[in-house]
Nanobody, 127 residues
Framework: VQLQASGGGLVQAGGSLRLSCYASGRALSTYHLGWFRQAPGKEREFVAALSNVNIEYYTDSVKGRFTISRDNAKNTVYLHMNSLKPGDTAVYHC??????????????????????WGQGTLVTVSS
């Protein structure tokens, strides 16, 4: 699976963006998927995850503001980001959750359980 993320850019605080992650090589419909982000000088962290039956998980800091969704016909997963804050500034990566691993609120936060990663798209939120 090859993942290509897009949709990042510069936005003012309070604004919105929609990130897209297109997959080639495999159908995404059978995969659990995740978004991670890495802010400057910080480690990469979990943002959101979506199972193949649309069970969603979010990190606390984005709950109520971000929504993860998928369009299987387009082989694409999205991250809809609203009410953006300067603290959301980061490079955002999409990834596929390794098949056979247990998908739950704890496991989705573990980067080591994701096997295919996109290259990342930069989101910059100005104050």
């Amino acid at each position: 699976v090859q993942l290509q993320a897009s949709g990042g850019g510069l936005v003012q605080a309070g604004g919105s963006l929609r990130l897209s992650c297109y997959a080639s090589g495999r159908a995404l419909s059978t995969y659990h998927l995740g978004w991670f982000r890495q802010a400057p000088g910080k480690e990469r962290e979990f943002v959101a995850a979506l199972s193949n039956v649309n069970i969603e998980y979010y990190t606390d800091s984005v709950k109520g503001r971000f929504t993860i969704s998928r369009d299987n016909a387009k082989n694409t997963v999205y991250l809809h980001m609203n009410s953006l804050k300067p603290g959301d500034t980061a490079v955002y990566h999409c990834a596929t959750f390794r098949r056979g691993e247990l998908y739950n609120s704890g496991s989705v936060r573990l980067q080591g359980l994701y096997d295919y990663w996109g290259q990342g798209t930069l989101v910059t939120v100005s104050s």
